[in-house]
């Protein structure tokens, strides 16, 4: 075969193949260990294959997420702290995904850069691992894309996506009535929803991400990129002993956006902003951005990362079931007549 004058190759255009291959040879093992019930075969191939029967379901409703984790990438980008970035992205899927009452079966993630770095793409896609694997859902596949001119040196972009299944008939919400309780689950920080914010306010305070932080150990970047908790396993187990009747999970728009996502349209919420702890760090985003409690409270998560709606004579016992498996549980208020939600309290 004749070459054109200049012999020019992908490589010399920015896309390295090799440098790819070499990524999904390093990741296979991570990528084994969340292996589950119903993973037919490992990474590599056009596309991947999963066995609903070998999962367990006899009449099965499929049901799908996708999330990223969005500008919280900068911080992680500008600091070089990138595995927790990859359990965010498993957390944003598969905790919405549990909010229909499914259970998060498979995963496959999309990384794209300008040019692949293969030391922070693996550590990205093990955290991705990591967050599968602790919710017990396969990371049957994904694609790593380099696209030169698209990005800025080091950076990239995540994109995640789960799928789930529920025997027919187990769909959520169900059931909600005036009179059911509000149960909270805590988060642990900001989780990966207002970063454009969060940047915002740490750069009015003149600090930078390897500075000291105001409201707790370590650096104010190590503090912003603690991941996003994952409610799948604690979540399942409640909707599975019974008195379930909503999830709502607790991201961008805050209580006030998304608990009304899982109520009929006649009822509302009222919730007791005294019933939990503010966490210190939005303390100090509040105070340093100069905010009010409606504002945090459409913007953030606040402390609270999921609110699971109860029957009111199961909220008992589904609270102890949660704090037996290591959740710190907030009863935050009640499903009422009248839409939107009400608070009372003070948010502190």
Known sequence: MSQGKNSITYADAGVDIDAGNALVERIKPAAKRTDRPGTMAGLGGFGALFDLKAAGYEDPVLVAATDGVGTKLRIAIDTGFYGGV???????????????????????????????????????????????????????????????????????????????????????????????????????GVHSNGYSLVRRIVEMSGLGWSDACPWGEGTLGAQLLAPTRLYVTPALQAIRAGGVHALAHITGGGLTENLPRVLPETLGAEIDLTAWPLPPVFGWLREEGGMDAAEMLKTFNCGIGMVLVVDAAAAEALTAMLESAGERVHQIGRVSEGQGIRYSGTLA
């Open 86 to 188: 990859g359990i965010d992205l498993v957390a944003m899927c598969v905790n919405d995904l549990v909010c229909q009452g499914a259970e998060p079966l498979f995963f496959l993630d999309y990384f794209a850069t300008g040019k692949l770095e293969l030391d922070a793409a693996a550590e990205v896609i093990e955290g991705i691992a990591e967050g599968c694997e602790a919710a017990n859902t396969a990371l049957i596949g994904g694609e790593t894309a380099e696209m030169p001119g698209m990005y800025p040196p080091g950076d990239f972009d995540l994109a995640g996506f789960a799928v789930g299944a529920m025997e027919r008939g187990g769909a959520l919400p169900d059931g909600v009535g005036a009179g059911d309780v509000l149960l909270g689950l805590a988060s642990n």
